[in-house]
């Protein structure tokens, strides 16, 4: 599959600006209080870089398959285009921190998710956290499917499983919490991000993604 096409189509260029400033509100006013200022960031399917660009943290590393990511990523981050199930530049337990947001449902299968979640917790140190921001096939069956790269269907309660058979431990489960996508008729000015994030009752009324916290012990 041709990610550089899809993905060009997909998400146009000139709408970046506008998704980098709600990220770096997600960024400040809801993720950096999982995130140290000195902590090692490992951000696997940067895409965009919207996330790696906006946390405050000490070391960003971006992990992408696809090679335009360094077209996006600044000049701080560290480029690594590698399987997400074999991260070979980087060593056991050198990550404070995995995140990664709307990227497991696109690999081919449960087994390759098994292998990424593996590979995350390896090189994560104890104590490291892992960060998934990920559409809840729960409460998103009727448009899960529209996108033709969508593989593999997950639920906040079938990554929690997965998460500690592998002897994760779920610090923050929210199996609501952001909106689907930035393509909604939601406002998205800088006042109503800050407002959402401030209000989890809303985000019993919009949130489709879960967001999952889980650390290695």
Known sequence: MDLQKIYSTRFLEEELPAKNRIWKIIC????????????TVVDIGAGYCEFINNIQCGKKIAIDLNPDVKKFAAGNIQIINESCTAIASL????????????????LQDKRQVLETIEESKRILKKGGKLLILQPNIRFLADVYWDFFD?????????????????????????????????????PKADIFVKLYLRFPLAWQILGKQAFIVAQKV
């Open 91 to 106: 060593d056991d337990e050198s990550a404070d921190i995995v995140f990664m947001s709307n990227f497991l449902e696109h």
């Open 150 to 186: 969508h593989h593999v269907p997950l639920s906040d309660r079938s990554l929690v499983e997965i998460l500690e058979s592998l002897d994760m431990q779920i610090v923050k489960n929210y199996p609501k919490f952001l909106p689907y996508t930035t393509k909604s008729r939601l």
């Open 28 to 39: 400040d006013d809801f993720l950096s209080q999982f995130i140290g200022k000195n902590d």
